[in-house]
């Protein structure tokens, strides 16, 4: 939500990032609009029938198990609609699944609550221990060994980290399927894509044997520091035996804007508006500090990777992803009130120093 420079693509809005190599040129297009490469085709009647065929496997079980499938809900749009989808389409017995990692805005718990209830569906919060994750947190900003120039590796590991808390309390409550709403672009950087063009497939091996390696390095940084590592911090594999992953977004068209009307008008569903007035997307606190480093790193995050990939693939206004960037919560307070919490301000500071310089605002407040 941060913009680092006005040197941006006019169709797609990424900003030039020499960091990944991206180039606006003279007529003002970032590489991938002026290709004008058209949008990977998919089989989609093929990849419906491949969903189909998972749940089949676990429904025709008799007697019909009480929870099917854990559905993993934030209070986002996307995980609204799956609930939906999978509760009132193909009428799949579920338990909803919130996972409370201590930096989560209260509306995160509000809006997944109102969705289950609106649903049917029983669910459970599932808190982490907050000392550990302060630990967690502190340690994925912190250590050297697996920081990136764009902050990725946040939430690169904390998405690992949730699937695998969910995977592993599915197993132990006798669970086979674990639903999870990540967006397309999220289930590729997962190395979870099952249908790809091969330039994608390349693409997604080389990302997961570099997670592959990061994931060797934090455990063994994290062993060093803090002594033995919960698997589910740093996991090599999403899943534990037994439990089967599903990413519906892989099986249909993603079509966000369509699916914002339907949980609106089925769940009374409520854009979490922390970032920006104008919603695309939520997540949690620790969003805005990272995206807040990218920035001062001179680089787009990987969700400003997501907006214009949704805009060059028609499924997302430009208009719309402007007015996110133009209305966006810019204000450091928040961050300093987490860099503190998190117990890094020396970090932060040094960190800031080196990129922005003693000017930044952040910097300077991290010093009062
Ligand atoms: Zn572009």
Known sequence: MFRY????????NLQEDTFHGITIDAQGLCQFCAKQAPPPQRDWPRLKTLF???????RGRLPRLPHEGLVMLSGGKDSAYMAHLLKDVYGMNLLGFIIDINY???ETF?????????????????????????????????????HQQDCGQVCTFCGRFLIRTAT????????????????????????QAVELEPAQREF??????????????????????HGPCPERLFPESLAPAGVQLVFPYQHFPYLPETMMQVVRERLDWTPIKRFSKTYIASGCRLVKLWSYLARCGNTNSYVDFEFSNQVRNGTLAL???????????????ELAEIARDLGMVDEMRRMLRDRVGEDD???RLLAS
């Not at 420079?5 to 797609?12: E, Y």
């Not at 609550?113 to 459970?124: K, S």
Request: charge should be negative; charged fraction near 25%.
């Open 110 to 146: 509000d809006n997944a609550a109102t969705i289950a209830r609106r649903l049917e569906i029983p669910y459970v919060v599932y808190r982490q221990d907050p000392a550990l994750m302060r630990r967690y947190y502190r340690y994925l900003f912190c250590e050297p060994g697996i």
């Open 52 to 58: 189909e065929d998972t749940l089949a496997g676990v």
């Open 204 to 225: 997604m091996e080389f990302t997961m044997a570099v997670v592959a390696e990061d994931t060797a390095t934090a455990r063994a940084g994290w062993q060093a520091a």
């Open 104 to 106: 989560e805005y209260p």
């Open 168 to 191: 592993e309390f599915a197993r132990a409550m006798g669970i086979p399927l674990v639903f999870s709403g990540h967006n397309p672009d999220q289930i590729l950087l997962m190395g």
């Open 5 to 12: 420079t006005t040197t941006a693509c006019r169709k797609c």
């Open 361 to 363: 605002e952040l910097y």
């Open 319 to 333: 208009e719309t992803v402007r007015a996110f960037y133009d209305q966006a919560d810019t204000g450091c307070e």
